[in-house]
């Protein structure tokens, strides 16, 4: 089952549709999805950052909060793009203590 929220109707249909066929709408479901421009363009290229060299932590998000990341990273601007998952995660941390809980939970 997928289910998309968004804050309109007509973002959650767009993202259905660009869904449906992933493979050839990696950009544009990226961009809706609210990821930074440069991630979303680095992302299947050279310029992206692999898995094994994402950072677990940055001077300006904490573990836990960066185990919030749902996008690659591109090779440049990596730390720019991780920023938002400190002010987020807190955020999320006070509206659903047990959602946030869940999701940054160590893999084991």
Do not use: C
Not at 42 to 60: G, R, Y
Not at 78 to 90: A, F, I, N, Q, T
């Amino acid at each position: 089952m997928r289910i998309f929220v968004a804050r309109d109707q007509s973002k959650a249909d767009r993202l259905k549709i660009l869904f449906d066929d992933i493979e050839e709408n990696h950009h544009e479901a990226g961009l809706l999805l609210g990821y930074p421009r440069t991630a979303v363009e680095a992302f299947l290229t050279p310029d992206m950052l692999e898995m094994n060299d994402e950072p677990i932590s940055t001077e300006d998000v904490s573990v836990e909060n960066m185990r919030l990341l749902g996008h690659r990273l591109s090779v440049d601007n990596w730390r720019d793009e991780v920023k938002y998952l400190e002010k987020s995660g807190e955020y999320l941390k006070t509206i659903s203590p047990t959602i946030y809980g869940s999701l940054i939970e160590p893999e084991v």
